[in-house]
């Protein structure tokens, strides 16, 4: 493998580990991708409100936000044991941003912007992680999953959008340890 260690912030590998993630408990490669993007940024949203980069949210930490939205065809998904908005459009499930559903070929620019020629290698070595569990090991164990293989950047501001290295190795090990 030409790329074992790859330089890049925490919100890139959040987004494709999600992704992975529910593409293998079910959802299409286009709605995963935009469910992972979402996610990922929800979770920079709680990161920015703890660093006081962001306003706190007018909701509890957890609960699902308050969204100005019709009915029809919203759902909550859960992944990685965060509720992701998400509506049916025509072309299938799409995580909402900004009111509207994710277009997940933006998703797709993001990804290979930020892993570049690594991009395949971390699908991969993430892909074959997450079909070593059952889908419903790996929806129970997603993000302590994450925790263990995440690049490491330090606390704080200083941390906040700082590359570190994300292992390969690392990721790979995890599929043959018990969680």
């Not at 074992?4 to 993630?21: D, F, Q």
């Not at 995440?150 to 018990?178: D, F, N, Q």
Request: charged share 25%.
């Amino acid at each position: 493998m030409a790329n074992e260690i790859v330089h890049v912030n925490c919100a890139p590998v959040l987004t494709l580990w999600a992704a992975v993630v529910a593409e293998r408990i079910g959802f299409d490669y286009e709605t995963a991708l935009t469910l992972g993007k979402t996610l990922a940024g929800m979770n920079a949203q709680s990161k920015g409100r703890r660093l006081g980069i962001y306003k706190p949210a007018e909701h509890a930490e957890g609960a699902p936000p308050k969204k100005k939205r019709a009915a029809g065809g919203d759902i909550w998904i859960e992944l990685l044991g965060r509720p992701v908005l998400a509506t049916k459009t025509e072309h299938g499930i799409r995580a909402i941003e900004k009111d509207k559903p994710m277009d997940p070929s933006g998703v797709e620019r993001y990804l290979a912007e930020k892993f570049g020629a690594a991009l395949e290698d971390v699908k991969g070595a993430m892909a074959a992680l997450a079909a070593s569990f059952t889908p419903k090991e790996l929806a129970h164990n997603a993000f302590e999953l994450y925790s263990r293989f995440r690049p490491s950047v330090p606390e704080g501001m200083r941390g906040w959008g700082a590359k570190g290295e994300l292992r390969l190795a690392a990721i790979r090990a995890l599929c043959s340890k018990p969680l």
